[in-house]
């Protein structure tokens, strides 16, 4: 007669529904065999040849015969051990490398799942920001540092004037699949978040982001003027410098470029002074002769 899952004879007690309890203990349970079924890309196929291998004699075995349950118990905790053996000389996974990014190559086989895992990073890269003054060239790039498929498809976003990772502010620039974003000449309008997407087969992989800053060349030769100005007005023309900062090029003091400036004035002075001087004394002495000259004429 059945009753539950159990079969009952003259001289014992079979129960098929304890079999199926012990294969989760031994397996589904086991976090050795978990363990050891952690294994790389299209490691999941020799997995199944593994496990079929060890499995499927002992339901051929099993299948219309009596069998106690400490038999049960005994084959199966055997197939675990020979599954265990064998998985883990399968390659294991090493390429997952934060901080972001869906890494395919780093993926590992879940067995409880039946699917593989990647690695647990986020797909979206912190915001990188750049700063670069007007007309000057800019290059972005879309590497990673972990390993991509070998086919992979590369799209280039752009949201204007804002920071930002909202989806819905960007729009797909006209540059193509270059991992290498460049502009030769960087005007105000280039100002904002630079997005770079990798997919492979549909699917996205990592997203970069770049906030990019353009100076003004008006606010450069501002900045550049008042540095000046206040080197000039400073004790000596020195500016103050942090403790073990490199020291720049030493301009003359200013009080050398006073006395220089006012000496020179001096000497433009007399200058001009002798020679009103010259000048007057020469027409004096012009205006004596002619006034003697006509003198002797009478």
Not at 18 to 46: M, P
Request: charged share 20%; net charge neutral; with cysteine.
């Amino acid at each position: 007669m059945y009753d539950e899952g159990y079969k009952t004879t003259a001289n014992n007690v079979q129960s098929v529904g304890e079999c199926f309890r012990t294969l989760k203990r031994l397996f589904t349970d086991n976090s050795t065999v978990i363990r050891a079924g952690r294994v790389g890309e299209d490691g999941d196929k020799q997995l199944k040849k593994i496990m079929q291998a060890q499995i499927l004699p002992l339901v051929k075995e099993f299948e219309n015969k009596s069998n106690y349950d400490t038999e049960y118990e005994k084959r199966l905790q055997t197939a675990a051990d020979n599954f265990i053996a064998a998985a883990s000389k399968l390659p294991r996974v090493t390429g997952c490398i934060p901080p972001c990014g869906f890494q395919i190559k780093g993926a590992v086989y879940n067995c409880i799942s039946c699917s593989y895992d990647s690695c647990p990073f986020q797909l979206d890269c912190p915001v990188k920001r750049m700063t670069v003054a007007e007309n000057n060239r800019t290059q972005m790039s879309c590497q990673v540092p972990f390993a991509l498929p070998s086919s992979i498809e590369i799209i280039w976003r752009f949201a204007a004037e804002v920071e930002t990772l909202d989806v819905d502010e960007f729009q797909e620039t006209p540059i193509g699949k270059d991992m290498l974003y460049s502009i030769p000449s960087t005007r105000m309008h280039h100002q904002g978040t630079y997005r770079c997407e990798i997919y492979t087969k549909g699917t996205s992989i990592v997203r970069l982001y770049y906030y990019l800053t353009v100076t003004p060349h008006v606010v450069v030769g501002h900045s550049e003027l008042q540095e000046i100005f206040e080197l000039s007005l400073l004790p000596g023309g020195r500016l103050h410098m942090e403790p073990g900062a490199p020291r720049p090029f030493q301009p003359l003091p200013s009080l050398v470029l006073i006395a220089i400036c006012f000496t020179s004035l001096l000497l433009l002075l007399m200058l001009s002074l002798g020679t009103l001087l010259l000048w007057s004394t020469t027409k004096t002495r012009s205006g004596n002769e002619r006034t003697r000259g006509i003198e002797n004429l009478g």
